[in-house]
């Protein structure tokens, strides 16, 4: 397209933005109007995708981090052809693909959007992906909106950007001076943003975003620069177009007062399409899958879970060629450093940024590959929103906590995961796990590793006895009932460090003629409802004991097992209710009242207080 085309092009997709919002009666068009030239110039000049395959090895990538902007992308996938002017104008409808935020419901988008702050990092690990393991030629752009550059993660994301020399990722900034309820900090100020971004290692080009030609010689430059990525910065105004508010505050997040003015303003509808240029025809690399020899464990043996974490990742990482680890700066403590030294060509480092860490992972199983993110249970919780949206983006991806608990000892209670299992557990369609032995979670990570959604592992820092043999299996959904009898009285449930205390507690009782059932309840979500039915028919009676807080941990997992109208047990949970300080790790779990001692003393009052 020349450039009066590329100018009408802009013109169309601001129409056809507020058609979608004015046929929806909700929406973004102003800040979708804004970016209307910048994208035009991308999709008909340099952007390389082929919408009829969309997992075409050599496409671009494209991502809307400023994803309230949907309008505007919808109407550059009607302009390329890849949906209709009838599915435009279903936009924000029930069962519409066209959600008011993209999801990746349709093909052509790789993560979910809409939460800011998100899309520059995960477009991170896109270029992370195409750079050090396709190793294909695709570019990465990422839209974003000036109101989300006062997101750290977005700062996480241009320092690691920047650092990593990703001269494949460029970063589109429509500053176009109004948030959602005024104006933004820096406003028109491209010089604010350019000096900050430049600080980063980035190329930095400051232009007109409404100078179609200006536009287009921005993203030649930005696809010239070598080892550094770029961020064009453009100065825009928000409802470009349209009188009534252009530049306006109050009317963001509306529909135009009066959409059929605004279009006549506009010029009225058009319907150009465009030819979009077609990417390399290139191979993805080939992934490797081989057998998988994971570590064996002697039962009696002392091992801390972590420790069998680093072994097990390194050994899938042996075993297949799409397993890839990534770390907070604290593999020495995770243990990923074995993957790291034996697979040093699929292991990231992503330092203290938690948020960048997780978007890393959701970007690169975007392109097929298994990503192991790992840190400190506790550190986990700075990116939780980074979590959900990963669920939003039914995204596949492995977490591994380590450090859960009061059982860390003397460390405190800033390094204690103690939330970890809620937060999980309330992710959509989340796996939860937490092994108590080394044989286990070998076995855990092998069942976790082609399970689709967000999957959690808990590791402990301190050994515990190796209970189980190597050739025990594992199901997620399942537990281990590790003591039973026709005699029992009570059952005793826990998971992890606190399986050991409970068995513990059974000997104790045993010596007092008191029976008492113990399952293992490795797989926190799914639960094993059946055998905890089971045991409630047997006994009557539960004593459920985490290192974790009481809400939304291994007792809220038990409980909701009996939300079915069946009749619950009587049920003593105990959990950390206590502010931790330092100590050891078993005084640490006598002071939280969730060691052996307490289990007893938990069962001795259930059976005392009859039925």
């Not at 996938?77 to 409808?93: C, P, S």
């Not at 990742?313 to 680890?325: E, M, S």
């Not at 044989?439 to 190796?466: C, E, F, H, I, K």
């Not at 050991?500 to 926190?524: F, G, K, N, Q, W």
Request: hydrophobic share 40%; aromatic share 6%.
């Amino acid at each position: 397209m020349d450039y009066d085309n590329l100018r009408e092009l802009g013109q169309q997709l601001r129409v056809d933005a507020v058609r979608a919002a004015d046929a929806a009666g909700s929406g973004h068009p102003t800040s979708s109007m804004s970016a209307a030239d910048l994208m035009a110039v991308l999709l008909a000049r340099h952007l390389h995708y082929d919408f009829g395959e969309p997992a075409r090895p050599g496409n671009d990538h494209l991502v809307f981090s400023k994803g309230h902007a949907s309008p505007l992308l919808y109407a550059l996938y009607k302009a390329g052809g890849a949906v209709t002017d009838e599915e435009l104008l279903t936009f924000r409808a029930e069962g519409s693909r066209l959600e008011g935020h993209p999801t990746p419901q349709l093909p052509w988008v790789d993560v979910a959007t809409g939460s800011l702050g998100q899309g520059l990092p995960v477009g991170v690990g896109i270029a992370l992906a195409g750079k050090h393991l396709d190793r294909l030629p695709y570019r990465v752009w990422v839209l974003c909106g000036d109101s989300e550059m006062a997101e750290g993660s977005m700062w996480e994301a241009f320092e690691h950007a920047g650092h990593e020399r990703l001269d494949n990722l460029t970063a589109v900034i429509d500053v176009n001076r109004l948030g959602q309820r005024g104006p933004t900090r820096h406003e028109w100020d491209l010089d604010a943003y350019a000096h900050r971004i430049r600080s980063f290692g980035w190329h930095t080009v400051e232009v007109d975003g409404h100078d179609v030609a200006a536009v287009d010689e921005a993203y030649a430059e930005a696809r010239s620069t070598a080892l550094r990525p770029t961020a064009i910065i453009a100065r825009t105004r928000k409802g470009r177009g349209v009188q009534a508010v252009e530049d306006r505050e109050g009317a963001h997040g509306k529909p135009l007062p009066d959409a059929a003015e605004a279009i006549a303003e506009l010029g009225g509808r058009r319907d150009l399409a465009v030819d979009v240029a077609p990417p390399p025809d290139v191979r993805a690399p080939h992934r490797a899958h081989e057998d998988l020899v994971l570590p064996h464990y002697e039962t009696g043996d002392s091992v801390a879970t972590r420790d069998a974490y680093g072994a097990a990742l390194t050994a899938l990482g042996a075993a297949r060629g799409d397993v890839v680890a990534l770390d907070g700066e604290v593999s020495d403590s995770t243990r990923s450093r074995a993957f790291a030294k034996d697979h040093p060509d699929r292991f990231f480092e992503c330092y203290i940024a938690e948020q960048q860490l997780v978007a890393a992972g959701v970007g690169m199983q975007a392109r097929g590959w298994t990503p192991f993110v790992s840190t400190f249970a506790a550190f986990l919780t700075r990116a939780h929103d980074f979590v959900r949206m990963a669920a939003v983006s039914r995204a596949s991806l492995n977490f591994a906590g380590s450090h859960a608990g009061v059982a860390i000892g003397e460390d405190g209670p800033s390094q204690m995961g103690l939330e970890d299992l809620a937060m999980f557990r309330a992710v959509h369609d989340s796996t939860v796990l937490y092994p108590c032995d080394a044989n286990q979670t070998a076995r855990l990570m092998s069942a976790m590793t082609d399970r689709p959604g967000v999957n959690y592992l808990r590791t402990s820092r301190g050994a515990t006895p190796v209970i189980y043999g190597p050739e025990e299996r594992f199901q997620v959904g399942g537990s281990t009932v590790l003591r039973s009898s026709d005699a029992d009285q009570v059952t005793l449930i826990g998971a992890g460090v606190t399986l050991h205390e409970a068995l513990a507690a059974a000997d104790r009782l045993a010596e007092e003629d008191i029976a008492a059932r113990v399952i293992d309840l490795y797989s926190v979500k799914p639960v094993d409802a059946e055998t905890l039915h089971t045991a409630a028919d047997a006994t009557g009676r539960f004593v459920t004991v985490e290192d974790h807080r009481p809400e939304g941990g291994l007792g809220d997992a038990v409980l909701e097992a009996f939300t079915d109208g069946r009749r619950a047990p009587r049920v003593a949970r105990l959990a950390v209710r206590n502010l931790p300080a330092s100590a050891g790790a078993e005084r640490q779990l006598a002071i939280a009242g969730i060691d052996a001692e307490a289990i007893v003393g938990a069962a001795r009052r259930l059976l005392a207080a009859g039925d």
